[in-house]
């Protein structure tokens, strides 16, 4: 398996722009989580996923956010309307079940609102 | 939310030396998993511990599983300058059967600087 796969690697958008990152989780994986990591608050949990259902979105900053798995095999986290304080990296992972959580990261997108 | 007190911030290290960082809570941790992060990478799991007392090696890494279940800490003998990056600690708190949730807790990293 390549293991998580993330898209874009790099985005730049303007404030007020609308913005989609996707995730494929490894294959097999029933749980899918999207993390921010910022230099001030280190690495977040926004929200995660078991078997496609949204499970904790206690972590999502505000309603800009959402996130949406259709398939066992994809996932996106949409921004919109984008701000400047949502500049960020966003990483993706997966996880086998919940009594092996050695989660497997995604090499992130680096999310620039200017 | 839950926090992890991961210390120490940062090391300066001269190749050659052994490391030592660890992270403490207030809560119970079910599991304990310690990552590394290369600049511009995303956190490789290193090493996993789900028993309380566990020691568990991987090369020249050993991390222990606190027997309070409210700490844990990596050891790196003998450091290379590979070995630079920024080490997460990470805990579980209980599983969804046992009435929890199966997310993880990050702490803020040890970044490690290894000087040939």
């Known amino acids: 398996d390549a293991g998580v796969i993330q898209s874009p690697r790099h985005e730049v958008t303007e404030m007020g722009q609308e913005v989609t990152l996707r995730c494929k989780p490894i294959s097999g994986h029933d749980y899918l989580f999207w993390y921010r990591q910022t230099m001030m608050r280190g690495l977040e949990l926004l929200i995660y996923?078991?078997?496609?259902?949204?499970?904790?979105d206690s972590g999502m900053p505000e309603d800009r956010f959402s996130a949406k798995m259709p398939n066992a095999s994809f996932s996106t986290l949409k921004i919109q309307p984008s701000e400047p304080r949502d500049s960020a990296v966003y990483f993706c992972?997966?996880?086998?079940?919940?009594?092996?959580?050695?989660?497997?990261f995604g090499q992130g997108t680096r999310l620039t609102v200017v | 939310g839950q926090q992890l007190n991961q210390s120490p911030q940062s090391m300066f290290i001269q190749e050659g030396e052994d490391v030592s960082m660890n992270c403490t809570s207030s809560s119970i941790f079910n599991t304990w998993l310690w990552y590394k992060q290369d600049p511009g990478e995303g956190p490789v799991l290193l090493i996993a511990l789900y028993k309380a007392g566990e020691l568990t090696s991987n090369g020249r890494l050993t991390a222990q599983f606190g027997i309070t279940r409210k700490d844990s800490f990596l050891n790196i003998s003998a450091s290379i300058p590979s070995d630079v990056g920024i080490y997460f600690c990470?805990?579980?708190?209980?599983?969804?059967?046992?009435?929890?949730?199966?997310?993880?807790?990050f702490g803020k990293g040890t970044k490690l600087t290894v000087n040939p």
């Open positions: 990470a805990g579980q708190l209980r599983s969804r059967t046992q009435g929890g949730s199966e997310k993880l807790v």
């Open positions: 992972a997966s996880s086998f079940n919940a009594l092996n959580t050695e989660a497997f």
């Open positions: 996923f078991n078997n496609n259902v949204p499970i904790d």
